[in-house]
T-cell receptor, first 118, second 117 residues
Framework: GAVVSQHPSWVICKSGTSVKIECRSL??????MFWYRQFPKQSLMLMAT?????????EQGVEKDKFLINHASLTLSTLTVTSAHPEDSSFYIC??????????????FGPGTRLTVT | AQKVTQAQTEISVVEKEDVTLDCVYE???????LFWYKQPPSGELVFLIR??????QNEISGRYSWNFQKSTSSFNFTITASQVVDSAVYFC??????????????FGGGTRVLVKP
């Protein structure tokens, strides 16, 4: 159990276009999902916390109008990078926190999405 | 504010050697959780261990062992008899207790381990 998927696993887009990344909890419900960004050879940095049915909470320095987060259901959160630029190229990782029950509120990570903006 | 420091950026060992990864953390919370994750070249994070702040017992799992010392705010990780498959980046992370260990994580900078045959 406790599987989180991300789609796509990698994407290449042109500068100025928008890209949507999906994060799904496959076998549990996730009230909260987190979005992290990892630049090459660096650590994971939290971008935002996504709560089902409410607005996301963004970390300091993360532009909420550029990184749109929607958490419309208990199993799906999406991150849209709007008007992407080469500096947005990164590895985006989501994690999902199980709402209740046997998994005890643990946080599970998706496999990541590698975004390259040309 | 929470902070996690992994002073070693890269460690290179020869297979079968032991390797210890250091992790020092800072938090004002009295209840918190510490984690170690492995990130192989594929990029997917692999959960290794979670430890809460009230449990200072050391833990061993196969070739992995962890030494939690609250007095020095450290949570070190040792791989015994390293293997080539252990080559990866290892992250130490910290979260507070809010809603039972599922809150946002603060990651250390990571330590890249290279095990040579």
């Amino acid at each position: 159990g406790a599987v989180v998927s991300q789609h796509p696993s990698w994407v290449i887009c042109k500068s100025g276009t928008s890209v949507k990344i999906e994060c799904r909890s496959l076998d549990f419900q996730a009230t909260t999902m987190f979005w992290y960004r990892q630049f090459p050879k660096q650590s994971l940095m939290l971008m935002a916390t996504s709560n089902e049915g409410s607005k996301a909470t963004y970390e300091q320095g993360v532009e909420k109008d550029k990184f749109l987060i929607n958490h419309a259901s208990l199993t799906l959160s999406t991150l849209t990078v709007t008007s992407a630029h080469p500096e947005d190229s990164s590895f985006y990782i989501c994690s999902a926190r199980e709402s209740s029950g046997s998994l005890g509120g643990e946080q599970y990570f998706g496999p990541g999405t590698r975004l390259t903006v040309t | 504010a929470q902070k996690v420091t992994q002073a070693q950026t890269e460690i290179s060992v020869v297979e079968k050697e032991d390797v210890t990864l250091d992790c020092v953390y800072e938090t004002r919370d009295t209840t918190y959780y510490l984690f170690w994750y492995k990130q192989p070249p594929s990029g997917e994070l692999v959960f290794l261990i979670r430890r809460n702040s009230f449990d200072e017992q050391n833990e061993i799992s196969g070739r992995y062992s962890w030494n939690f010392q609250k007095s020095t705010s450290s949570f070190n990780f040792t791989i015994t008899a390293s293997q080539v498959v252990d080559s990866a980046v290892y992250f130490c992370a910290l979260s507070d207790h809010y809603k039972a260990a599922g809150n946002k994580l603060t990651f250390g900078g990571g330590t890249r381990v290279l095990v040579k045959p």
